[in-house]
């Protein structure tokens, strides 16, 4: 299966966090090419409550903070990020993520900094 840039599916999760889904028909794995400009999200963390993330930095520098593990990131970098675990994003990155089962917006939420 191929899927063409012009068919992706563009998301603004925040102005400083844009992603382009890749609309395989997949339930059990998609992608998405991800940027990030700035910090995401302004404030407190976000989590996905059913999907495993593959995180592969193709260009950039910043950081991930997961939970309370801060994570450098550059080009060539990848970070396995497992459900129900809060994060965010500061940089400027661009990112390839693969997920499983297949992302979908309704299990990405937004959780308040403790």
């Not at 925040?14 to 998609?30: F, H, M, Q, R, V």
């Not at 940027?35 to 407190?44: L, M, T």
């Not at 309370?68 to 994060?87: A, F, I, R, S, T």
Request: glycine share 6%.
């Amino acid at each position: 299966m191929r899927i063409k840039k012009d068919d992706r599916v563009r998301y603004e999760n925040s102005p400083k966090c844009i992603a382009y889904e890749y609309p395989l028909g997949d339930k059990d794995i998609n992608v998405a090419y991800i940027e990030i400009n700035g910090r995401y999200p302004d404030k407190g963390f976000v989590t996905n409550e059913a999907v495993k993330e593959i995180l592969f930095v193709v260009e950039g520098e910043g950081k991930i903070v997961i939970e309370d593990e801060e994570h450098e990131l550059k080009e060539g970098d990848v970070v396995l990020l497992l459900p129900k675990k809060k994060y965010f994003f500061d940089g400027k990155l661009k990112l390839v993520v693969p997920c499983s089962p297949a992302w979908y917006p309704e299990q990405h939420k937004n959780v308040e900094q403790a």
